[in-house]
């Protein structure tokens, strides 16, 4: 009987275990073995470490019904947890209404599945502040998820992470039902200018003042007030950090861009799943800015815009700051919607280097692999290394690079529009030309796109050493080169349905064919 007895405590005991939070997976051995399948010398990606204290949110007053605001219970959990030395807070299955909260040192933000964390889209919720946003330096509403300056972060589990973009977002009826906009409008309230919705008039005069893309150039400071419903943050701002995690979660219906770590040094992101509406204005997957020895793997992207971008930084300010985004590792990774499958730039003036894409699979996205940017950014992009990337259905390029990029969305720019940036005087090669050189993509395949390849490089200054090896491509079209010095292709076979498989503009030079 005692044996039975002792058996029965074993297995329960064993049960329980089993039954605890796996509150980090990641070891650090496995994020070594990930780094040395770069192919260059990956630095060492430190994984982040917790103590062993816990703190539940429900412990401090947090509502699991999401019927009250739970800023101040999440917060103070957080603090006390970083006043004790660190641990984990603990977010219980249940569903959270809350303001914006501040990530802080050693603190680990664990979500039991069945969380769902709602950030508020009360505009009193969000202050704002001076930060960077496509690139440059401008104000901002404070993201739901921020941290700034800080050492071993984490936010992991199963929770779901909402940021009630669609009641920020400025929403196109050409990209609705007519259903679907008449619901919207009746919800969401709001003005309709042109054909686009708008949540309040201080964002479409805020529209008006943009310039380049959607960063208002305010110059009367009682202005910022006013437009601050345009002002979209981004849901997870992480600034200046430090050993990182993101693994687990489920990311969402972000204001802006989803994630955007900057100017970070070791962050991991493991197993997400981030997903914006198709239609999402600026709905970006995640923006690697200014960011060193970063490991992205086993995550998935549904997005509506560009999903796993590489950024450093716009034209002048990209270049004062000076800080590439290097030594990225991109692994196993799935994209469904969106404008890009893995992305370089636009904003890339401050460099971008050593980076390896391996085993992804884009379904549906706009472009595959898109390298773009333009006149005035200046910096470097080299030492990219892509290898077996599939890719389908992809309404545009497999492969594009565009050095003439205007702004929009692959396929929406008409060929009047280019044509004006290409045809324009070359300018002399300063410091303000961008430079796209040394990349090579192997052992990938691309069915059913529109135009198997795109190279469009600057006349004063060609993209660089381009190798392509062991590529089998399906489409409409197949590849059109132009403004390319240094071309290898080896053992490429493009099958397009409609005309020739490679045509070649005079501006090609170098080209070997193996």
């Not at 039902?177 to 619901?183: L, R």
Request: hydrophobic share 35%.
């Amino acid at each position: 009987m005692r044996k039975l007895f002792i058996s029965i405590v074993l297995v329960c005991a064993t049960l329980a275990l089993q039954a605890r939070p796996s509150y980090q997976q990641m070891t650090q051995k496995e994020a070594n073995a990930l780094s040395r399948q770069a192919e260059f010398k990956m630095p060492r990606v430190t994984v982040p470490g917790f103590g062993k204290k816990t703190y539940n949110v429900l412990d401090y007053g947090a509502d699991p019904t999401g019927m009250e605001l739970s800023t101040k219970a999440i917060q103070d959990a957080i603090d006390r947890c970083n006043a004790q030395g660190g641990g984990t807070v603990i977010i219980p299955a249940g569903m959270y209404t809350t303001g914006p909260i501040t990530l802080r040192s050693n603190v680990r933000l664990y979500t039991e599945p069945n969380s769902f964390i709602s950030f508020s889209h009360d505009l009193d919720q969000y202050e704002m502040y001076d930060t960077w946003f496509e690139g440059i330096p401008t104000k901002r509403c404070t993201s739901p998820i921020h941290a700034f300056m800080q050492v071993n972060i984490a936010i992991t589990g199963h929770g779901v992470f909402n940021g009630n973009g669609d009641w920020w977002r400025p929403l196109k009826k050409s990209k609705m039902t007519d259903a679907q906009w008449k619901k919207h409008l009746k919800e969401k309230g709001g003005i309709v200018v042109n054909n686009v919705w708008y949540p309040d008039s201080g964002s479409v005069y805020a529209q008006s003042l943009c310039e380049d893309q959607n960063v208002p150039v305010v110059t009367d400071p009682n202005d910022w007030a006013k437009i601050k419903s345009f002002l979209r943050p981004v849901m997870l701002h992480f600034v200046g950090c430090q050993n990182v995690l993101l693994e687990g979660v489920t990311f969402e219906n972000s204001p802006a861009w989803n994630l955007h770590p900057m100017l970070c040094e070791n962050l991991i992101m493991s197993d997400l799943n981030v997903r914006n509406p198709w239609y999402s204005q600026n709905g970006d997957g995640v923006d690697v800015e200014s960011c060193k020895n970063v490991l992205i793997q086993r995550c998935q992207f549904d997005v509506g815009d560009d999903a796993i971008c590489m950024k450093s930084g716009k034209n002048k300010p990209g270049r004062d700051r000076g800080v590439p985004t290097e030594n990225v590792v991109v692994d196993q990774c799935v994209v469904y919607h969106g404008h890009g499958g893995f992305v370089v730039g636009s904003e890339m003036s401050g460099g971008i280097k050593n980076i390896q894409v391996m085993n992804n699979l884009y379904i549906g996205t706009d472009v595959g692999l898109r390298f773009k940017s333009t006149r005035g950014r200046g910096g470097i992009v080299e030492n990219i290394y892509i290898r077996n990337v599939h890719m389908c259905n992809i309404p545009n390029e497999a492969l594009l690079f565009d050095l003439f990029y205007g702004g929009k969305g692959a396929g929406e720019e008409t060929e009047e529009e280019l044509a004006a940036r290409m045809n324009a005087e070359a300018p002399t090669v300063s410091d303000e030309t961008p430079q796209f050189k040394n990349i090579y993509i192997s052992d990938c395949t691309a069915k059913n796109v529109k135009r198997c390849m795109y190279f469009n490089g600057l006349p004063e200054m060609k993209i660089q050493n381009v190798q392509l090896r062991n590529i089998k491509m399906q489409g409409t079209e197949g590849a059109l080169l132009r403004q390319t010095d240094g071309l290898v292709i080896d053992h490429v076979q493009i099958t397009p349905t409609d005309g020739n498989a490679f045509v070649l503009a005079p501006t090609v030079t170098n080209i070997q064919w193996k």
